[in-house]
C-alpha cells in the first residue's frame, strides 16, 4: 500500500505566482521528510527537507511546511518561476525512504 | 566527482533473460536503495542496504536480487525478465535515512 500521497497528478500556475505543492502520509513512525525534483531523463534531485520536530523550513523561494497533527506536507514556491516547471516528488523516511507518485508542475510565463 | 554511477543507460531483454543493473557510488555513502520508476506509481522501493553485507526488501522486490559486497557497489539482478520489469530503475545513495538520497540517472529496461 501506498505510505505516502499526492493527489495531484499535475498542477499548473502562472510565473510570479505561489505554487503549492502538497502530500499526506499514512504511517507515523516517518520522521524525515523531503522534496525532490525531476527533470525528463535524469535523475530526481533533492530540494529541500523537515525534520518531524519542526513544522517549518525555508529555503531561498521554497518552504516545507508539516502538520503532523494531519499527516499532511506541503511544499510553496514563491514566486514560481518558469524553470520550475518539473515533476515534484514528496519522500517520507522510517526504516527507509517512501516516495509519492508525483505531481507534474507547470509554470507558464 | 562522479556521484551515483548506472549502466547501462538502455537495455532491452527478452521474457526469461537475465542480467544485472550496475550502480556505483564514490561518496563513502553507507545507505544505498533501488527504484522503479513507473507512470502513475511513482518511485517504489525494490530493495535497499544500509552498509556492506547487509540487504533488506522494500516495497517491490520479486523478481529482484541484490548483494552489497563493497561500500561502493550495490548492483540489482533480475533474475528471469518478465514484461512487467519494463521500467526506468534508479539508483540512489545517502549518508543514511536521514539525509537526502543522490540519484544516479537511471536505467531505462524494456522487457519484450
Known amino acids: 500500500d501506498q505510505q505516502v500521497k499526492q493527489n495531484s497528478p499535475s498542477l499548473s500556475v502562472q510565473e510570479g505566482r505561489i505554487s503549492i505543492l502538497n502530500c499526506d502520509y499514512t504511517?507515523?513512525?516517518?520522521?524525515?521528510f523531503l522534496w525532490y525534483k525531476k527533470y525528463p531523463a535524469e535523475g530526481p534531485t533533492f530540494l529541500i527537507s523537515?525534520?518531524?520536530?519542526?513544522d517549518k523550513n525555508e529555503d531561498g523561494r521554497f518552504t516545507v511546511f508539516l502538520n503532523k497533527s494531519a499527516k499532511h506536507l506541503s511544499l510553496h514556491i514563491v514566486p514560481s518561476q518558469p524553470g520550475d516547471s518539473a515533476v515534484y516528488f514528496c519522500?517520507?523516511?522510517?526504516?527507509?525512504?517512501?516516495f509519492g507518485a508525483g505531481t507534474r508542475l507547470t509554470v507558464k510565463p | 566527482n562522479a556521484g551515483v554511477t548506472q549502466t547501462p543507460k538502455f537495455q532491452v531483454l527478452k521474457t526469461g533473460q537475465s542480467m544485472t543493473l550496475q550502480c556505483a557510488q564514490d561518496m563513502n555513502h553507507e545507505y544505498m536503495s533501488w527504484y522503479r520508476q513507473d507512470p502513475g506509481m511513482g518511485l517504489r522501493l525494490i530493495h535497499y542496504?544500509?552498509?556492506?553485507?547487509?540487504?533488506d526488501q522494500g516495497e517491490v522486490p520479486n523478481g529482484y536480487n541484490v548483494s552489497r559486497s563493497t561500500t561502493e557497489d550495490f548492483p540489482l539482478r533480475l533474475l528471469s525478465a518478465a514484461p512487467s520489469q519494463t521500467s526506468v530503475y534508479f539508483c540512489a545513495s545517502s549518508q543514511g535515512l536521514r539525509s537526502p538520497l543522490h540519484f544516479g540517472n537511471g536505467t531505462r529496461l524494456t522487457v519484450t
Open positions: 523537515i525534520s518531524s520536530i519542526k
Open positions: 519522500a517520507a523516511s522510517a526504516n527507509d525512504m517512501r
Open positions: 542496504s544500509v552498509g556492506a553485507g547487509i540487504t
Open positions: 504511517n507515523s513512525m516517518f520522521d524525515y
